[in-house]
């Protein structure tokens, strides 16, 4: 088993930066690899990033590229999602989540853990 438990959302204005963490405890972290979804109200969870166990690899969603950067700290067991320029339609739950795999990490069936959410709003 792995928990999962995030932090860092809060309020910002259209333009700001937020870190998220995603911290992690139970089994080995760096055998996992880690993502970010989000859900805003009335829509489906939706693919963020990710990131191989490694580090060497990372992956974005169109809407956010460039503007977050996902990154992990293996002897920290945490992962980070690093936001800037934020919109108000980066308003949404933030969830992180763990799977053993690197393929299909955009599909949220695959994931085996998840974490609780933390909330992003961003005010214009």
């Known amino acids: 088993q792995v928990q999962l438990v995030e932090s860092g959302g809060g309020l910002v204005q259209a333009g700001g930066s937020l870190r998220l963490s995603c911290a992690a405890s139970?089994?080995?972290?760096?055998?996992?690899?880690m993502s970010w979804f989000r859900q805003a109200p009335g829509k489906e969870r939706e693919f963020v990033a990710a990131i191989s166990w490694s580090g060497g690899a990372t992956d974005y969603a169109d809407s956010v590229k460039g503007r977050f950067t996902i990154s992990r700290d293996n002897a920290k067991n945490t992962a980070y999602l690093q936001m800037n320029s934020l919109k108000p339609e980066d308003t949404a739950v933030y969830y992180c989540a763990a799977k053993s795999a690197w393929s299909r990490r955009d599909y949220m069936g695959e994931y085996q853990y998840w974490g609780q959410g933390t909330q992003v709003t961003v005010s214009s």
């Open positions: 139970g089994r080995a972290f760096y055998n996992f690899a």
